[in-house]
């Protein structure tokens, strides 16, 4: 069983275009994290939303944390190549201290030129 | 800068060989953590340590897995009597922040 839904599973799109992709959860979470994973390699941490409702910009990629904290997406602008990659969301459990993180299973996005 | 280390990137093992993979964490981080992923997936959760003390440990850790943390710095996974569903990318993190993790890039083991 999945904690968190990610949609959609993959993305293609034309460099450009504006995309978002969805983090869902019937738990509350104390923290998401976002990151981006080339094949082959280990995830790059992207960001953290911590406040319920929070917003965070990384140049053209956009980052919203629901109000309830059970949810999160990601908006890229004007998609390039070199966005390309597998997304990946995780939540750190509300109830524990101890850190353990809990993933989706990623939206692969491809960006052609 | 050095971000989080592993070794080696790559194994092949045959079936019912023991493996052992190393993990160096951003030095000022004291807690580490060890996941695997498996094609289609994201990370799954194995373990977790605090300095030296493991602190938990996922019903993933079968008595096959040991991991260890001697002396607070590196640590070493190890996997006895491999099997094919072993066959994984194990990834270590170490945060100073419990939740804002830092990966390394990953052992990939293959069991034939």
């Known amino acids: 069983t999945q904690l968190l839904e990610q949609s959609p599973q993959f993305l293609s799109i034309q460099e450009g275009e504006n995309l978002t992709v969805y983090c869902n959860s019937s738990?509350?979470?104390?923290?998401l994290q976002w990151y981006r994973q080339e094949p082959g390699e280990g995830p790059v941490l992207l960001v953290t939303?911590?406040?319920?409702?929070e917003v965070k910009k990384l140049k053209r990629l956009t980052f919203q944390f629901g109000d309830a904290r059970k949810d999160s997406s990601l908006h890229i602008t004007a998609a390039q190549p070199g966005d390309t990659g597998l997304y990946l969301c995780?939540?750190?459990?509300?109830?524990?201290?101890?850190?353990?993180?809990?993933f989706g299973r990623g939206t692969q996005l491809t960006v052609w030129p | 800068d050095t971000g989080v280390s592993q070794d080696p990137r790559h194994k092949i093992t045959k079936r019912g060989q023991n493996v052992t993979f190393r993990c160096d964490p951003i030095?000022?981080?004291?807690?580490l953590y060890w996941y695997r992923q498996t094609l289609g997936q994201g990370p799954e959760f194995l373990t977790y340590?605090?300095?030296?003390?493991?602190?938990?440990k996922s019903r993933l850790l079968s008595d096959r897995f040991s991991a260890e943390r001697p002396k607070g710095s590196f640590s070493t996974l190890e996997i006895q009597r491999t099997e094919q569903g072993d066959s994984a990318m194990y990834l270590c993190a170490s945060s100073h922040i419990s939740y804002e993790q830092y990966f390394g890039p990953g052992t990939r083991l293959t069991v034939t």
């Open positions: 030095s000022e981080h004291n807690r």
């Open positions: 738990s509350v979470f104390s923290s």
């Open positions: 340590f605090q300095n030296e003390a493991q602190l938990e």
């Open positions: 939303v911590v406040t319920g409702g």
């Open positions: 995780a939540g750190a459990d509300r109830g524990s201290t101890l850190g353990r993180l809990y």
